[in-house]
């Protein structure tokens, strides 16, 4: 987290803008430094050289007088002593010159003063020599050593201007080789510097470039996704909302606006106009499920809204709080538009209910049928049992056969009216699975069963049953009916036998079920050795009411499988059947694993 | 010593019924006094006149008018008087709603009404020589149905 945060982008520029803006003060104050010192080398070499240049111009006048004096002491010819009389001031010039430019060098200053001392003094023995020469013959002594006193000073100036000179070359040489370092060192320490500068303006420049292309690609990447945003909540008539808990800021998406059929900020977006929107009777309800959002609850409202063209319309609300990076507290809120699924779930709980109601009545409806009906159906065998055969020996055989025929009737719409009350009481919902051994059950339907096994002597032979979450009372009613079915339809003259087979079968290896493998199903199959039916009736013997046979010979009511195949799908499962006329009839029942 | 009759009261909206009832009790030549009611109201009633003496047994239909079995099998096992008294539920229905719930509201045994006289002479001897002082403690949900 905290080596991102260091090579962020925006980081990494400071650091190396900071980093320029130091190397160009550094480059500047460095090129600054060397320039001025090379000036002062420059202006100290140019000043040592004119020294030396008006040194020597001192020096050539000197001789100038000098060769003046001497013409003039040998020719005494006053002509001679011209130039001696212009120099005089052209070296007081030149004295003032260079004293001028040694002002501030104590240890020139002293060399200088020596020299202008020397000079004064060869003056001196100039006019000495000048008068003499006028009064003394070239041979007088006197004259000779004044003479040589002059060329003994001429000599001192000469030693003197040339030390002068050969401690300014001096001083010279010390700065040009200075002068030279600095040069030579200049160039290099720029370039170095130049060149680090210009890496570093590179890599800032590419740092820039590519950080503007990702900050162009995801601009037009956060523009796309806008547009898909405000598209999806378009299409899905969905606005959503914002609230900034702390600077108290509702912010609205635009078709949070269209929702309410306005234009997008027609209105100034703030709790209260945000609530105006809601119905009067939901107001209240909605102001507080916000309120409760403000401790961390996220809560969700279904409320009405009267739009602006006075249109009721419904909206589902869900919102959170959310804590951004900055320490901001917002509440997020999603806004559906739920009137069309809300009405179409109105009308589907009133059809819902409308089939409830029409359920209940035809279930009350049967149940009455077959109860109601139960009851004169029940009087009418009463009575005929009431009949004494002594009674009977006294009507007549037509009548006798006519009686008995009400009887048999009315054993058959008894047992109608019984299967049909099973038939109902299978389409309750009082459905429980749980589970269950259908070992037990097994047993429990044999028990069910007894008398008419006992009277048939029938042989029931069953594999173990596995234990299955299934409604108890469906599948023993199950179990019931088919071995009743097989029994009801046993040949006249051999003892019924049922075989009951058990195994777990995976869906794709059957057929009929014809769905993709994976499932795994338990199969029960019930194989007797009874009548069998042609195998074009396998389909047809599971519809209700259907009968193969007629009802004088088999007093089946055409009910009993249709409850077995309704049991058998009510758990997810199927049933079928194979005949096989003469040998007897397979039913297979397959219940999901 | 005259052995003492057993007292044997019917409720039973119908006429037919309360008829065969008292044919086949009198053919079973049993010592037994029937009474009937029409229902559940005039059973009530019956059974709270202190005067009246309290049956054996109580032959109770279901579907009564006014009141029908089961409140008057609430009724009466709600009474400190009534609480103890065998009743026999007799009834046309065979729904198991119905038979669980006369088990659950405490019937002694429950005896669907029968479609041929003779087994309706049998399901009475039946009901008639269980000693029901002693029955009581062993009553499950399996003996509670009488099958006929």
């Not at chain 1, 795994?520 to 042609?534: A, L, P, W």
Request: aromatic share 10%.
């Amino acid at each position: 987290m905290k080596l991102r945060k260091l090579t962020s982008p925006s980081t990494l520029l400071t650091v190396a803008f900071v980093i320029s803006v130091f190397l160009l003060f550094f480059i500047a104050s460095i090129s600054f430094k060397q320039i001025s010192t090379l000036n002062r080398t420059q202006e100290a070499i140019t000043y040592s050289l004119n020294i030396r240049v008006d040194l020597e111009r001192l020096f050539s006048e000197l001789k100038d007088v000098e060769s003046a004096n001497r013409a003039f002491v040998l020719t005494g010819d006053e002509r001679y002593l011209e130039p001696y009389r212009y120099s005089h001031v052209s070296i007081n010039k030149s004295l003032l010159a260079i004293g001028n430019k040694v002002g501030g060098n104590k240890q020139r200053q002293k060399e200088f003063d020596v020299l202008y001392k020397l000079i004064n003094k060869r003056f001196e023995t100039l006019r000495d020599n000048k008068i003499q020469a006028r009064k003394y013959k070239a041979d007088d002594p006197e004259f000779l050593a004044s003479l040589w006193r002059g060329k003994m000073v001429m000599d001192q100036i000469r030693v003197q201007i040339n030390r002068i000179i050969s401690h300014e070359t001096g001083i010279l040489e010390r700065q040009e080789a200075d002068h030279r370092n600095e040069i030579t060192f200049t160039p290099f320490t720029s370039s170095f510097l130049v060149i680090f500068s210009i890496a570093i303006f590179v890599l800032t420049f590419l740092t820039l470039k590519s950080n503007l292309k990702r900050t162009g690609s995801l601009n037009q990447k956060l523009r796309l996704t806008n547009k898909t945003f405000e598209n999806a909540e378009r299409i899905g008539q969905i606005g959503h909302w914002q609230y900034d808990l702390d600077r108290q800021e509702l912010t609205l998406s635009d078709n949070r606006y269209r929702l309410l059929g306005c234009e997008t900020g027609e209105f100034e977006p703030t709790i209260a106009e945000f609530l105006r929107f809601v119905h009067n009777q939901d107001r209240k309800r909605v102001e507080e499920c916000f309120l409760k959002s403000r401790n961390l609850t996220p809560f969700a409202v279904n409320y009405r809204v009267v739009r602006k063209d006075k249109k009721i319309r419904y909206f589902s609300t869900t919102s959170q709080l959310i804590e951004t990076k900055d320490g901001r507290q917002i509440i997020i809120g999603i806004d559906r538009d739920v009137t069309t699924q809300h009405r179409s779930t109105a009308k589907l709980e009133q059809r819902n209910n409308e089939l409830r109601v029409s359920n209940s009545e035809l279930s009350s409806f049967n149940h009455i049928v077959s109860h109601d009906l139960q009851e004169p159906m029940r009087k009418i065998q009463m009575f005929i049992s009431r009949i004494d055969n002594d009674d009977l020996e006294k009507v007549s055989d037509t009548s006798r056969n006519y009686l008995s025929r009400i009887q048999s009737s009315a054993n058959r719409a008894q047992k109608l009216i019984d299967d049909l009350l099973v038939y109902t009481r299978m389409n309750r919902n009082d459905k429980k699975a749980e589970p269950t051994d259908l070992n037990e059950l097994l047993d429990n339907a044999k028990i069910d069963m007894a008398q008419a096994i006992e009277e048939r002597h029938a042989l029931i032979i069953a594999d173990k049953l596995p234990t299955v979450k299934v409604t108890p009372y469906q599948i023993q009613q199950l179990f019931v009916n088919l071995i009743s079915n097989s029994i009801k339809y046993a040949k006249e003259n051999a003892r019924p036998e049922i075989n009951i087979t058990y195994s777990v079968i995976d869906a794709s290896q059957v057929q009929e079920i014809n769905k993709p493998g994976g499932k795994k199903f338990h199969r029960i199959v019930f194989s007797d050795n009874g009548i069998g039916f042609e195998p074009e009736y396998e389909k047809r013997i599971f519809v209700l009411f259907n009968r193969l046979h007629d009802k004088e010979k088999y007093s089946g009511t055409g009910i009993g499988l249709a409850i077995c195949k309704k049991m058998a799908e009510s758990h997810g499962g199927y049933i079928f059947a194979k005949g096989d006329p003469g040998n007897g009839a397979t039913f297979t029942v397959y219940l999901p694993q | 010593m005259k052995p003492i009759k057993t007292r044997i009261l019917l409720a039973d909206d119908d006429e037919d019924d309360r008829l065969f009832f008292a044919d086949a009790l009198e053919s079973l030549k049993a010592e037994t006094e029937i009474t009937t009611v029409h229902d559940g109201e005039k059973l009530m009633e019956f059974l709270e006149d202190e005067n009246n003496e309290l049956p054996h047994i109580l032959f109770l239909d279901l579907n009564m008018p006014c009141k029908n079995g089961f409140e008057c099998l609430d009724a009466i096992r709600l009474s400190e008087r009534l609480k103890h008294m065998t009743v026999a539920i007799y009834s046309t229905s065979a729904e198991e709603r119905d038979i669980e719930t006369a088990f659950v509201k405490g019937a002694n045994v429950y005896i669907r009404k029968p479609s041929d006289f003779d087994s309706l002479k049998k399901a009475l001897t039946d009901v008639l020589n269980v000693n029901w002082q002693f029955h009581t403690g062993g009553l499950n949900r399996d003996t509670f149905l009488f099958s006929i």
